[in-house]
């Protein structure tokens, strides 16, 4: 599902991440824990091709080749309008700060990145209902996000993350805006979907509850992961 190899990243001079490896299994939840300034979030934008690793300097050509695989498909070798479209269909992000559009409602919020992917209106509202009911949020489709709770948004951006019935989910720091119940119903939420839908997902998260029900728990320390 997601295979890395020998992940470096630096800004500047610092050097973020130091050759990570790793593998992911389909629909496998894994956590990634660490102290603030670890690499985790950097990380994790690598994995979700937000970002890409750093080239090598020339001493290290004899190093092991760097590599992102995910679903089978060669990521560091796509220009970036095949990334993109691989990313739309292939990749859901929930992130802390929700990111919803303030001026369209719950139910446009969650179209949104099926219509960047061109799916027709009709299906893509239908399928948007669907999820939104799921997620029991079908009364308030028509709610713009200054009028839904913080875990309805969260809500809301689940089911954004979803319409596109990505393999992967991306998820930074979801429940670290939310109340202790919210955050234990979102939680919840990601291994009822991993369950139903064999969705695979990849969770930063300082939250040790969270960290600690995940398939596998990883734990970075100074831009590697630790064994």
């Given at each position: 599902?997601?295979?890395?190899?020998?992940?470096?990243?630096?800004?500047?001079?610092?050097?973020?991440?130091?050759?990570?490896?790793?593998?992911?299994?389909?629909?496998?939840?894994?956590?990634?824990?660490?102290?603030?300034?670890?690499?985790?979030?950097?990380?994790l934008q690598i994995l979700g091709t937000l970002d890409k690793p750093s080239s090598l300097p020339n001493t290290d050509i004899q190093k092991t080749t760097t590599s992102?695989?995910?679903?089978?498909?060669?990521?560091?070798?796509?220009?970036?309008?095949?990334?993109?479209?691989?990313?739309?269909?292939?990749?859901?992000?929930?992130?802390?700060?929700?990111?919803?559009?303030?001026?369209?409602?719950?139910?446009?919020?969650?179209?949104?990145?099926?219509?960047?992917?061109?799916?027709?209106?009709?299906?893509?509202?239908?399928?948007?209902?669907?999820?939104?009911?799921?997620?029991?949020?079908?009364?308030?489709?028509?709610?713009?996000?200054?009028?839904?709770?913080?875990?309805?948004?969260?809500?809301?951006?689940?089911?954004?993350?979803?319409?596109?019935?990505?393999?992967?989910?991306?998820?930074?720091?979801?429940?670290?805006?939310?109340?202790?119940?919210?955050?234990?119903?979102?939680?919840?939420?990601?291994?009822?979907?991993?369950?139903?839908?064999?969705?695979?997902?990849?969770?930063?998260?300082?939250?040790?509850?969270?960290?600690?029900?995940?398939?596998?728990?990883?734990?970075?320390?100074?831009?590697?992961?630790?064994?």
């Amino acid at each position: 599902m997601i295979e890395v190899k020998n992940i470096h990243k630096y800004y500047d001079k610092l050097h973020v991440l130091k050759g990570v490896d790793l593998h992911i299994k389909k629909g496998e939840i894994v956590s990634i824990v660490g102290s603030s300034g670890a690499g985790k979030t950097t990380l994790l934008q690598i994995l979700g091709t937000l970002d890409k690793p750093s080239s090598l300097p020339n001493t290290d050509i004899q190093k092991t080749t760097t590599s992102l695989f995910i679903n089978g498909q060669d990521i560091l070798t796509m220009n970036d309008k095949v990334l993109s479209t691989f990313r739309n269909l292939n990749l859901g992000f929930i992130f802390q700060f929700h990111q919803l559009l303030p001026e369209f409602t719950a139910l446009e919020n969650v179209c949104i990145p099926a219509f960047i992917a061109n799916k027709p209106k009709g299906e893509t509202e239908q399928e948007a209902k669907k999820l939104l009911d799921y997620l029991g949020l079908s009364h308030r489709i028509n709610h713009k996000p200054n009028e839904l709770s913080g875990g309805e948004q969260q809500r809301v951006a689940v089911a954004r993350a979803l319409i596109n019935k990505p393999a992967v989910i991306f998820a930074d720091e979801p429940s670290g805006n939310l109340d202790t119940t919210s955050a234990e119903n979102l939680h919840q939420l990601f291994f009822k979907l991993r369950d139903e839908f064999g969705q695979t997902f990849v969770i930063v998260t300082h939250n040790e509850e969270l960290a600690n029900m995940a398939d596998r728990k990883l734990v970075m320390v100074d831009g590697l992961i630790s064994n």
